[in-house]
């Protein structure tokens, strides 16, 4: 009897990794669903770039994005820059309400990749009241880059502002290599 009840402990636990908990890095069939809401124009900052997978994506596509990480020496908490005109990220989960506060702070459009637990919380409710807050949520789970598991045991979605998304809940359905958005808008990752 004991022994099926650690074996269960076990499978509800999260796979064990190396590094650090905050090592997930954002596949391209990830930042795909946010393609349709970026403006051309746009200077966009990814501040938290770790691997670089969001910027080298979105540089691929055309866009003009540029990327800065505390590991590198900038520390996006604390900085006052303003050469940007929307901000898409992945950050450390750990600091996730950081860098919510941070980017309605800020006040300039934003994507944060975030575990959907994002939004639960007290104070995270109150800025999403106060502010507003627009999601990208996905029909499975990310099989994010940097973890050694095989496949992420929570779920993710976009938290959006600014973008002009068109529903305050937006379903995208992702498959690995491929990606279909349901609103009108459908293409292939190559």
Same mark, same amino acid.
């Given at each position: 009897?004991? =022994?099926?009840k650690n074996q269960q402990q076990r499978t509800m636990m999260p796979p064990k990794r190396n590094g650090s908990p905050d090592d997930f890095y954002t596949p391209d069939?990830?930042? &795909?669903?946010? @393609?349709?809401?970026?403006?051309?124009?746009? +200077?966009?900052?990814?501040? &938290?770039?770790?691997? %670089? *997978?969001?910027?080298?994506?979105?540089?691929? +596509?055309?866009?003009?994005?540029?990327?800065? $990480?505390?590991?590198? %020496?900038?520390?996006?908490?604390?900085? $006052?820059?303003? =050469? !940007? $005109?929307?901000?898409?990220?992945?950050?450390?989960?750990?600091?996730?309400?950081?860098?919510?506060?941070?980017?309605?702070?800020?006040?300039?459009?934003? &994507? /944060?990749?975030?575990?959907?637990?994002? /939004?639960?919380?007290? +104070?995270?409710?109150?800025?999403?009241?106060? #502010? %507003?807050?627009? @999601?990208?949520? !996905?029909?499975?789970?990310? #099989?994010? +880059? %940097?973890?050694? *598991?095989?496949?992420?045991?929570? *779920?993710s979605a976009w938290f959006c502002w600014g973008l002009n998304l068109p529903e305050q809940l937006n379903f995208v359905e992702l498959n690995r290599g491929k990606l279909?958005?349901? #609103?009108?808008? *459908?293409?292939?990752?190559?």
């Amino acid at each position: 009897m004991e =022994d099926l009840k650690n074996q269960q402990q076990r499978t509800m636990m999260p796979p064990k990794r190396n590094g650090s908990p905050d090592d997930f890095y954002t596949p391209d069939y990830a930042i &795909a669903p946010l @393609i349709p809401y970026l403006k051309e124009d746009w +200077k966009i900052w990814e501040c &938290a770039s770790g691997t %670089g *997978s969001i910027v080298n994506f979105l540089s691929q +596509k055309g866009f003009n994005i540029f990327g800065t $990480d505390k590991k590198e %020496g900038f520390d996006f908490l604390n900085s $006052d820059r303003n =050469d !940007f $005109d929307c901000i898409i990220t992945n950050p450390p989960f750990s600091l996730k309400d950081k860098f919510l506060e941070k980017c309605f702070e800020i006040g300039k459009p934003f &994507a /944060l990749l975030l575990p959907i637990t994002a /939004l639960e919380g007290i +104070k995270r409710q109150e800025m999403y009241k106060k #502010n %507003g807050i627009k @999601i990208i949520l !996905f029909n499975r789970r990310i #099989n994010y +880059k %940097g973890h050694n *598991s095989g496949s992420c045991w929570f *779920s993710s979605a976009w938290f959006c502002w600014g973008l002009n998304l068109p529903e305050q809940l937006n379903f995208v359905e992702l498959n690995r290599g491929k990606l279909i958005v349901k #609103n009108e808008t *459908s293409w292939n990752i190559r």
